[in-house]
């Protein structure tokens, strides 16, 4: 075996060591798999990229393997000629690649680093807090209600809004046409006398609203309605 052999030998020894070193990583958390070795910047590596890593890996040994019991020395310098130029001029800078991972003296399998547990609470500081803060809070609501009170006291008693009171209404049967105005006596005599001339109520109003000095039909309804009781009472007595 020559040099560029073992040197090849081991390389490919290292590799295989690496990845099966990540394939049990992929057990640990974010920040687990952070503190467990020194990496470089670089994307953590999936369970598909290290198990391809390592198929290729075999298959590149038996390779070797195979070259070597053929006694071709010139496999092996080609390997190593091939990764220094990819290095040098192929390579581009990814951080999606498996860093190398070297077997620590801790024990085989890292344990997860500890989460930080949250301190401890003194037992008497819970018992006396909620006796300093009741007396605290008494007489701050005592208080409050000593201010509220004469407020409420000298706030005057609401007094009850004034009842409306209607305008005293004359009844129809008494109304005489001197106590209202000369157009609605008018309308008034003049749906009197209509009323005795046999004419209907919904009549009267567009009768009485073409005579001269008459009101609109529109106010005429108004008069009519108001002083209807007055008007039928009329009409039911002869007219002087």
Known sequence: MSAADKRVAELLDRWLASVELH???????????????????????????IDLARTRLKELQR???????????AFAEALELMGFLANLVGAEHVERFIPLAVESPSPARPRPAPRPEPAAVDPTIEQTAPLRTR?????????ERTRTAPRSARKPAA?????????????????????????????????????????????????????????????????LRSHRAAIEAQARRPLD
Not at 25 to 48: C, F, G, I, M
Request: glycine share 2%; no cysteine; proline share 12%.
């Open 63 to 73: 390779l070797h393997a195979e070259r070597i019991a053929k006694g071709d020395a």
């Open 159 to 223: 007094t009850p809004p004034p009842k409306a009171t209607a305008a005293p209404v004359v009844p129809p049967a008494t109304t005489k046409s001197a106590d209202l105005d000369k157009v609605t006596a008018l309308v008034i005599a003049d749906a009197v006398r209509m009323l005795n001339w046999g004419r209907e109520w919904p009549q009267i109003p567009g009768l009485i609203a073409r005579l001269a000095d008459r009101p609109s039909e529109q106010d005429v309804w108004k008069i």
């Open 23 to 49: 394939a049990r990583y992929l057990e640990l958390d974010a920040n687990a798999y952070a503190s467990v070795q020194s990496w470089p910047k670089h994307e953590r590596p999936t369970r598909w990229v």
């Open 135 to 143: 007396p605290a809070t008494a007489p701050v609501r005592s208080a």
